[in-house]
């Protein structure tokens, strides 16, 4: 049994290599279908784990109140449901009226993305990123430290002029240098570096480590626009406390905004795991795109594959006329084909999870995604080159082994 097993290898690596041009076509082919479904479904890994990862960070007993919802729908009338601004007024009344046990509620606003920072002689290009928070927001936003200290309840309620900085602020214009203790510029504002966070890396060009966390009411000083829009986080201690925390925080907040309860809510609440859910969801629907792409492509190559055998056969014909002039049997020629249809689709399989695997991690490396070894992938590539090798030599294998020798060994 090995000893056919190992003659029809033979032979069908004797019949590839005679033909190595045909063979590389037949490769390239299927190689261009499963590169297809393994960049695909790679790119669609490393942008789930991405954004997960950024939504994960911030636990799952956290939650926030917001201007809207996460999915925001369009009203009956076709015109966009406008909810009011989070105010400032409505963080400062929600801090003093919402007591859950063991909560910790983060204020926090976006003051600008194109701030540009001095050090000396040293400045940043007019891109960072600054914001004003309150004391609780690196905690609840899953931030951690990687020098220094983070702002607490004395510098947020002093308004003191100190800072914490994102990791690749401090290698633009404080890498040479001990950071903590620096006095940088921030729009002709004098911050003491107290801090510098661990790096978050960058999400679709957002990068998180090139900016400025103030305390909230000096940020509120520098950036005066009369239409800030604030956001409120807000962690418990546990998961299980989460469900009463959101129902206090929703019930105090439509009292902030006066709703009577006849009326439905004017603001978004979002829990970070049901963000995480929301995104698998997402990316569900991706995958099932990526793979009817693939398969349609995969389906091309089948099609090609076939064609060639069938090709192979014709030109074979007076060679399997001889074999089975000598005793080859009817399933020896079919065994020998099929053999040398799933070497050639195991070649072309193995190129593409190369091409797709470096193709997914190149584009994933230059839009700052976390690129995993995308292993169902491969799996599922193994699989289909296995199918197509099937579904591809069946036919043209047991055409060969119906030949008759005679009529085979007259083909010219």
Not at 37 to 45: T, W
Not at 101 to 110: A, D, E, I, M, N
Not at 112 to 136: C, Q, R, Y
Not at 263 to 285: A, K, M, P
């Amino acid at each position: 049994m090995f000893a056919l097993f190992r003659e029809n290898v033979k032979i069908a690596s004797g019949s590839i290599k005679s033909q190595k041009l045909r063979t590389a076509l037949t490769v390239f082919i299927i190689a261009i279908g499963i590169t297809a479904l393994v960049g695909i479904l790679g790119l669609v890994s490393a942008l789930e784990n991405t954004i997960s990862s950024d939504f994960s960070s911030m636990g799952a007993n956290t939650f926030n109140i917001q201007r809207y919802e996460f999915t925001a729908q369009r009203s009956g009338r076709g015109q966009d449901k406008v909810n009011p601004i989070i105010s400032y007024t409505n963080v400062k009344d929600f801090e003093e009226q919402f007591s859950y046990p063991g909560s910790k509620t983060s204020v926090s606003f976006f003051g600008t993305n194109s701030a540009e920072v001095k050090f000396e002689n040293k400045k940043t290009d007019p891109e960072v990123s600054v914001l004003g928070i309150n004391e609780h927001f690196i905690n609840n936003s899953g931030l951690e430290i990687e020098d220094g200290r983070q702002l607490n309840f004395f510098d947020i309620d002093n308004n003191n002029n100190v800072c914490v900085i994102g990791s690749d602020l401090k290698k633009a214009i404080l890498d040479d240098v001990n950071p903590v203790g620096k006095v940088i510029s921030v729009r002709g504002n004098k911050f003491t570096v107290v801090g510098v966070l661990k790096s978050k890396g960058a999400t679709f060009g957002n990068n998180q480590d090139f900016r400025v966390l103030i305390p909230l009411q000096k940020a509120r000083s520098i950036f005066t626009s009369p239409n800030i829009n604030y956001a409120i986080n807000v962690k418990v201690e546990k998961k299980e406390m989460l469900e009463g925390a959101q129902d206090e925080a929703i019930a105090v907040f439509r009292n902030i905004r006066g709703l009577t309860p006849l009326d439905d809510n004017n603001f978004g609440l979002e829990r970070s795991d049901d963000l995480i859910n929301r995104v698998g969801s997402i990316t569900d629907y991706l995958y099932v795109a990526s793979v009817i792409i693939s398969a349609i492509t995969i389906f091309g190559s089948t099609i090609a594959l076939m064609n060639i055998m069938l090709v192979s056969v014709t030109e074979r014909t007076r060679e399997i006329g001889v074999r089975k002039a000598l005793g080859a049997k009817r399933k020896t020629i079919a065994q020998q084909f099929l053999m040398e249809t799933l070497m050639i689709s195991q070649i072309g399989g193995l190129t593409g999870i190369i091409l797709g695997t470096l193709m997914a991690m190149g584009i994933a490396l230059g839009f700052d995604l976390q690129f995993g070894l995308p292993w169902t992938a491969i799996i599922w590539a193994v699989s289909v080159t296995f199918i197509v090798a099937i579904i591809s030599g069946l036919f043209p294998a047991i055409k060969a082994s119906k030949l008759d020798p005679i009529e085979s060994l007259r083909y010219e």
